[in-house]
Every structure is written in structure tokens, then in C-alpha cells.
């Protein structure tokens, strides 16, 4: 009866057992393994007693799941049957080849070779050929375009300069080998059935022909209507060969001083590997698929290429065997009735069966040919034990099943290299171990395994986020894996239904029963909220970089939508206000009374905004600044640091101020622009000018609409704007132009006056009226009678006499020069340079402008005469 290790993965069952004791009177010698289909194999055993006894084993009926391995039950049985057996003499049969493509099997028997159909159902032919043959062993090529002649002579004319040529010249000083006789120069390929044979020192190169398919024909040819053997070369070897395997133009033989490699082209050999004094017996294990040899060195394996030349690592066993087989990708070892799977990559041990306990003698394994199909024998003296290969995909869902997640990852990484699973499988196998882990309350692994799935959807992981029905219900693909989970429930129901079973577990546990729950949880069972914080994280992350992704509109929806939720959840402000400024595809119906409630507004205005909503992210704004400013909430004061090391202190309503103009700059809503132009000028004048001079939105809005809605307290905001309009906008219209100038006109003239009056140190009143009135900062650069006056001397649009009108009482003598000389004059003008401003330079330059020097002079006598007489005046 076989033993299982729960804990090693299950690669094969239990098929079928035979007892050899109901069949012969000896015991076993040697096993061969054919297919004839999918389902169906055949089983030739070869006794002590010179018979071959032949079973037929249906692969198609593996032992049940659960079932216990019971191998000598009736319906264990049922899946072998004897079929004939047939008598070769009374020496043991050391060897057995079958050869399916031609219907034979080849038999070494007593030294001698005999011929056998599959069936056994004809009579034995023996060999007329040399007697003392010690090993066997078929020609394989690694590619079936490969041909080479015996001489040395490619077919394709290719000169031969191969790495093992080198190293049998090394040995052989380039000189042929002695004792080489060659027949004629045959070539041969893969499909023919060309053998190398030892006898005693001699290695035998021969060809099976059969009639009309005989090629080279000898004297020492017999019977050719029923196949016999063609010598094609001959080659001295060494004495003792225990063991030969033949791969392209290379022959590795083994013996007890160690391993050496011939030239089937020139003969030469050479030695590979010598073998300590005291070691196993030497195995050569032909792998087929990769097409390389297994040497074995006690319990020590290495593959060699056909050149005698390692490749990869060592494969160490835990035994030394009796028997090596292959089950791709796999190599299979038996002795003292165990048997023990290693991956021929990774050299981990799989799986390990026993089939017999100990000493019950050497034991051999057998598979069929080509080391890929999925019957595997194993046998002792008596007993022949058949294993049928689990599918790949019972093997993934056994270890599932087992919580051996690594493993089947493995696994399915391992088959994906072999090409026996493609990738979609192994994205496949990714999202279920993520869902395994996921009810399993491991939600950081879960992810982990969810972004490795490239065939998962981010729709599957909606049903954990919010309860059906709901917008997104018929985009969850009803996708239940291999059943293997629970379906899937919103992820407050994981964690309870994962608490519920940590609470039984350590129940049962402290009863003396093991549980599936995990070992961590239950000597520190986590607290609800640490679960469903770490939930919750985990699949924002996947829902993060699912975004990234080409998704359909619908499937984009939820993804922003719910993420939004999460994000809620945790309170992960910063977070929530990015994606809702972001470009985003959130559903508003479904977010705006969650984030309503729960005073979550800042985010709600930026997704009114993102949305095009502009009316109601405005309207949330200007709520933020009234209530900010009247102590109604918490200000959220940010900081920043500025370039010369100080810091700029940024208030609440500021912050809604600046993002209420971001909407506003691209607005051409004229009525929602002026609607909120107010509020947001009060906070901060400059961001109002940027509102309204903004070049972002399609349409401008009409100059007229914007002047009648500016406050008149904003003069800076009016002068502002109506200076865009005439230097950026290039208007020409007289009204703004004029306007323009009465507004600096005036506010000079008022900024005069308060110079004025804080010049003299005894008015502390208006000197503190002074600070009142104009301690905001003026959001222009220049001084606003600079301004004027560049604005008089560079216009010609506005109305002068207007203008002239306001400021004549004042004392801004050189904005009257100016416009006195717009009106033409000039009198007024030379008076105004000459006694108020006592500029004389600035008159002179203005009688040469123009076009009078003599004016100033003439004036100057003019205005001495008039003094002269008004001084006379005085002294009568």
C-alpha cells in the first residue's frame, strides 16, 4: 500500500497492481512501457525465468480523489489485465526495447538479441548475431534534419568541429581509434533503428533492417523477411560496460572505474568522469525531451549534452538508485520500495510514494517512450505497480485545496516553460490563489497575486466594495474559478465570516483538532478593524493600478466611483480631492450625497468642477470662504516655503478663493462669472483681475456688463481691468479710455492728499487713518500718478476737458501740463513748467517740440514784467 505525503504535491496516483506470483513462478528482471493510445498502454515484464508477460493498463480510470490509496482493491484491478506471456529461454531478460514504430521489441537475453512483436502473439525470432552482448542501447537524435555518416562525411557537407570531436582528439592525438571496421558509409536518422552493442571490447554500430528496407547487406546477414541486424561500424571499447545510452554522433558508456564518451564517426573516446573506488553501480538515463544525458554518481545526478559536457546544476537525490525513469518534466528514482519525484530544473524533491517496505529488493521503474506520456511502473521482485500522472490541472487545484499557494504557482510557471500551459493559465491560477488568499484574510498577497493576473478583471473585485445590486452588478463576470472560494461578498462579510472561523479554530484547537486557519491568527487573532483597514488598502492599491489600464467607459466608471468609496472610508482626504480634481470617470449621482454627509465638500467641489458642473462646485466654494471666515470651521492654514526662505501663510478662504477662480478663468457663463466676481474680490482682488482679464475662456466677456458689475470700493480691480482691455485688448472705444484716466485722476489725486496730510507729525488722527485706509497692499507695481501720467501723454482717446475738470482744483500740476497741452495750450503749459514746476529744462524742450524756442524767453520777460510791476504795486 502506498503512503502519500499530504504535504508534497500529488503528481501521480495509484493505477493499477500486479501481483507477479499469479503469473510466474519467478520473480522480475526488467519492465518496459508502451502506449498504443491516450488510454491504453502496454506493460511487458521480464522475469528470471526467460519470460515476458505482457498487460494491458487503462490510463483513463485513476483512482479517486479521496479514496485511500488501496492498491489491491477489486477496482484497482479493473484497470490492468493480463493479456499473454511468452518464453525465451530459462536466462533472465536484462533488457527490453520496444520499438513502436515498427511493432517489435527488442530483447537481451543470455547475451544473445531476440525479436518480438507487441502482442506477442507471433513467434520469437532470435538474432543471429554475435553472442556476449552485455548493453544495448537505440541511436537518438535531437533533430529529426540531423544525418551523419559513419566516415564522418555530413550529409549536408558541413565539416564536423563539435566540442566532443575536440576533446576525443585530446585524448586520441587526432589519430583514428584502432580497431574501427567499417562496413560501408551509411547515414541513418532518427526514424531508423540503429543500435550501438557492446560485446565484451567491442562496440557494434548496427542497423535493423527489414526485406526490401535492408540496406548494406553482409555476409552476415540472416533472414531478412523477419528483420536482422547490418553491422555498420565497429569501434574498440572498454571492458566492463554496465550501461550505454547513444545521443547524436556521441555514445556514453559507463562502467565501474567511470564514464567515457565515443565517436560514432571516428571511433575516438575519451574519458568524462572516473567514479570513486567505492560507489554505486554507473546509470545513463537518456532524457528525451530535452535531449541530454543523466549520469548517476551514487545520489548525485548530472546532465551532460552530447559532448560529455555538463549543463545546468547538479540534481542531488536523497538515494542512490536502483532505477532512474522519466516523467517529463520530471525524473523519477525507486529503491527499496520508494519512489521519489525530482524537477529536473529546480532538482526539488515532488513528491515520494512507497510502494514496498524495506528490503524488498531491487526495485526497477519503467515510462513510456519519449519520457512524456503519463503511465509510470514501478517494480519489486514481485509486485508491478502502476501510476497514472494527475492532470495539470488536478494538481493545481490539489495544492490549492492544500493552501500550498507557492507551489501551485510553481507548478504552472514550470508547465508554462515546458509549453504544456500557456499564459493565460497561469493569470488564471494568479487571480483564484489572490481570491483563496483574499477569504483567507491575507489581503496584501491576495492583491499581490490579483496584479500578476493579466487576464483579471477589475469588475470581479466590485462585489467586495458595494453590496448588489447596484450600477455595476451586471459587469461582474460570474466567474466562480474551480468553486474553490466562497462568491464573493462585500468585504465587512469577509472579514466577520474570517473572524468567525478563527474563533472556531482556536476552540478546536484547544480540543485537540488541527484547522486550516492560519497558525499567525490564531495565537494572535487580529482585531475587525486592523482587517478591514488592511482590506481596504489593499484593494485601493489594485483598483490604483487598474486605472492605469485600457478599460471599457462602464468598467473605468466603477473603478473611480468605488475607489472613491474606499477612499472615504479611510478618510484619505489628500487622496480623495486628487482623483476628484484629476481627469476621472466618478459617477456623481453615486458620490454626491455620500461626500455631502459626510462633509466631505472640498472633494465634492472638485468633482462638480471635473464634471463641468461649475454652478454647484462655485456655490460649495463660496459656502467654504463664509464659513472659514466667520469661525464656523476649522481653517485649514497652508503653508508654503518661498525662494528667500520665508514662508507664505495661505488661509482657508484664500484656498477656496483661488479655486473658485480656476472654474471662473474658463468660464464664459457672463452671469455665473459676475455672480461670484464679488466674494472672491473681497478675499483677494488680484485673483478677481485674473478672473476677468483671463485668456483660458472661449468667449470674452462684454466689457459694459463687467464695469456695472465691479464694486466701486474696487477701484484697483475697475483701473485693472479697464487697462487690460485698452493695452492687452487694444480697445479704441473713448468711454473705457476715458474712464480709465478719471479713475487714476482721482485716485491720485486722493493718494496726494493722504501724502500730504501724514507729512505733518501733529494730525495723529489722520496719520492712523492713513494706515486704515491703504495699508492692503496695492496690487500694482508702479505708483498710480506714474501710471496717469503715462496714460495721459501715450492715449489720444480719452477727454482731456474731463479729465481737466476733476484735477483742477488739485495739485497735480504736471498731469494739468499734460493735458493743457492735449487741448493746444501752450501758455497754460509754459506757466505750469516754468512757475509751478520750475522745470526750465522741461519748457525749453517744450517750446523746441513745438517749434518755438523764442517762447520760453519771451515768456520769461513776459512773466519778470508782470512780477516788476506787481512788486510796485505792493510798496504804494
Avoid at 144 to 153: A, K, M, N, P, R
Avoid at 626 to 633: E, H, I, M, P, T
Avoid at 680 to 686: K, L, S, V
Wanted: hydrophobic share 40%; glycine share 6%; aromatic share 8%.
Amino acid at each position: 500500500m502506498a503512503n502519500f505525503d499530504p504535504s508534497a504535491r500529488t503528481v501521480l496516483e495509484p493505477l493499477s497492481n500486479i501481483d507477479l506470483s499469479s503469473y510466474s513462478g519467478t520473480s522480475l528482471r526488467s519492465l518496459a512501457i508502451s502506449s498504443i493510445s491516450d488510454s491504453q498502454s502496454l506493460i511487458y515484464v521480464g522475469t528470471f525465468s526467460g519470460s515476458v508477460l505482457l498487460f494491458s493498463a487503462t490510463t483513463t480510470a485513476a483512482a479517486p480523489k479521496d479514496a485511500p490509496p488501496a492498491l489491491d482493491s477489486e477496482a484497482s484491478r479493473k484497470n490492468v489485465s493480463f493479456l499473454r506471456s511468452i518464453s525465451l529461454g530459462d536466462s533472465p531478460l536484462e533488457t527490453m526495447l520496444v520499438l513502436p514504430e515498427i511493432g517489435k521489441v527488442l530483447v537481451l537475453c543470455d547475451g544473445s538479441l531476440f525479436l518480438v512483436d507487441t502482442l506477442l502473439s507471433h513467434s520469437v525470432k532470435k538474432l543471429s548475431f554475435a553472442k556476449g552482448v552485455c548493453a544495448i542501447a537505440k541511436s537518438i537524435r535531437s533533430s529529426e534534419l540531423e544525418s551523419t555518416s559513419l566516415l564522418g562525411i555530413s550529409v549536408n557537407t558541413l565539416e564536423s568541429s563539435s566540442a566532443s570531436q575536440r576533446i576525443l582528439q585530446k585524448f586520441g592525438g587526432g589519430i583514428r581509434a584502432n580497431g574501427v571496421k567499417t562496413k560501408e558509409p551509411l547515414q541513418w536518422s532518427e526514424g531508423n533503428n540503429v543500435f550501438a552493442v557492446v560485446i565484451g571490447k567491442r562496440l557494434v554500430l548496427v542497423e535493423l533492417v527489414f526485406g526490401s528496407n535492408r540496406l548494406g547487406k553482409t555476409d552476415r546477414d540472416v533472414d531478412s523477411s523477419s528483420g536482422s541486424f547490418v553491422i555498420l561500424k565497429e569501434i574498440h571499447c572498454i571492458d566492463g560496460v554496465k550501461t550505454i545510452a547513444w545521443l547524436n554522433d556521441s555514445i556514453i558508456v559507463g562502467t565501474i572505474n567511470g564514464y567515457s564518451l565515443f565517436s560514432c564517426v571516428t571511433g575516438q573516446s575519451g574519458v568524462i568522469f572516473s567514479l570513486p573506488d567505492i560507489s554505486s553501480r554507473p546509470q545513463l538515463k537518456l532524457l528525451m525531451k530535452e535531449k541530454k544525458v543523466l549520469m548517476l554518481v551514487d545520489n548525485v545526478g548530472i546532465v551532460v549534452n552530447e559532448h560529455g559536457q555538463p549543463v545546468g546544476g547538479s540534481l542531488v537525490f536523497r538515494i542512490s538508485p536502483h532505477s532512474v525513469g522519466e516523467l517529463s518534466p520530471y525524473v523519477v528514482l525507486v529503491r527499496n520500495g520508494k519512489m521519489e519525484l525530482y524537477n529536473k530544473r529546480s532538482g526539488s524533491c515532488i513528491q515520494t510514494l512507497t510502494f514496498g517496505g524495506e528490503g524488498v529488493g531491487p526495485c526497477i521503474v519503467a515510462n513510456e517512450e519519449g519520457g512524456i506520456g503519463k503511465l509510470v511502473a514501478v517494480a519489486s521482485p514481485t509486485k508491478v505497480i502502476c501510476y497514472c500522472k494527475v492532470s495539470s490541472e488536478e494538481q493545481i487545484k490539489d495544492l490549492l485545496r492544500k493552501k500550498n499557494f507557492k507551489e501551485a504557482i510553481s507548478l504552472v510557471e514550470e508547465l508554462e516553460y515546458e509549453g504544456e500551459m500557456s499564459n493565460e493559465m497561469l493569470s488564471f491560477v494568479h487571480a483564484q490563489v489572490g481570491f483563496l488568499l483574499l477569504f483567507d484574510l491575507h489581503f496584501e498577497e491576495a492583491v499581490n497575486h490579483f496584479l500578476q493576473s493579466e487576464t483579471m478583471q477589475p469588475s470581479e473585485v466590485f462585489p467586495f466594495i458595494m453590496r448588489d445590486p447596484n450600477r455595476w452588478s451586471l459587469l461582474v463576470p460570474r466567474n466562480r474559478y474551480w468553486g474553490l472560494h466562497p462568491p464573493p461578498a462585500p468585504l465587512e462579510d469577509v472579514v466577520d465570516d474570517g473572524l468567525l472561523a478563527i474563533q472556531r479554530a482556536i476552540f478546536l484547537r484547544k480540543a485537540g483538532v488541527d484547522t486550516a486557519v492560519d497558525d499567525d491568527f490564531v495565537l494572535n487573532p487580529p482585531t475587525r478593524s486592523n482587517l478591514l483597514e488592511s482590506a481596504i488598502k489593499n484593494i485601493i492599491r489594485y483598483l490604483e493600478v487598474s486605472r492605469e489600464k485600457e478599460l471599457t467607459l462602464s468598467v473605468q466608471e466603477g473603478v473611480d466611483t468605488l475607489l472613491m468609496y474606499l477612499y472615504r472610508a479611510l478618510n484619505r482626504v489628500d487622496d480623495m480631492e486628487r482623483l476628484a480634481s484629476s481627469e476621472n470617470s466618478c459617477i456623481v449621482e453615486e458620490l454626491e450625497t455620500l461626500l455631502d454627509d459626510s462633509g466631505h465638500l472640498r472633494t465634492l467641489a472638485f468633482l462638480y468642477a471635473s464634471k463641468g458642473m461649475s454652478s454647484k462646485a462655485l456655490a460649495i466654494w463660496r459656502i467654504l470662504a463664509r464659513n472659514y471666515s466667520s469661525g464656523l470651521w476649522e481653517d485649514p492654514v497652508v503653508e508654503t516655503d518661498l525662494q528667500d526662505g520665508s514662508k507664505n501663510i495661505i488661509s482657508g478662504r484664500e484656498i477656496a478663493a483661488i479655486e473658485a477662480s480656476k472654474i471662473l478663468e474658463e468660464s464664459s457663463d457672463q452671469d455665473l462669472v459676475l455672480q461670484h466676481l464679488g466674494w472672491i474680490a473681497d478675499i483677494n482682488p488680484i485673483l478677481a483681475v485674473e478672473i476677468l482679464t483671463s485668456d483660458k475662456r472661449v468667449n470674452q466677456l462684454l466689457p459694459d456688463a463687467v464695469i456695472a458689475a465691479i464694486d466701486p470700493r474696487k477701484v484697483e480691480i475697475l483701473q485693472s481691468y479697464l487697462q487690460w482691455l485698452i493695452e492687452d485688448q487694444d480697445s479704441i472705444d473713448t468711454q473705457f479710455h476715458t474712464l480709465y484716466a478719471l479713475s487714476l485722476a482721482k485716485s491720485a489725486i486722493e493718494t496726494f492728499e493722504v501724502q500730504s496730510v501724514s507729512k505733518s507729525p501733529d494730525d495723529e488722527r489722520l496719520e492712523e487713518a492713513k494706515f486704515s485706509d491703504f495699508s492692503q497692499k496695492s496690487i500694482f507695481q508702479s505708483p498710480v500718478r506714474e501710471r496717469l501720467q503715462i496714460f495721459l501723454l501715450s492715449s489720444d482717446l480719452y477727454d482731456p476737458e474731463e479729465v481737466l475738470d476733476l484735477i483742477e482744483g488739485s495739485e497735480l500740476w504736471l498731469e494739468k501740463a499734460i493735458l493743457y497741452r492735449k487741448l493746444g495750450q501752450e501758455t497754460l503749459v509754459l506757466q505750469i513748467l516754468a512757475l509751478k514746476l520750475e522745470d526750465s529744462e522741461a519748457a525749453e524742450q517744450y517750446c523746441a517740440e513745438i517749434g518755438r524756442p523764442d517762447a520760453y524767453m519771451q515768456h520769461c520777460s513776459q512773466t519778470c514784467l508782470f512780477n516788476l510791476h506787481l512788486i510796485q504795486y505792493y510798496e504804494c
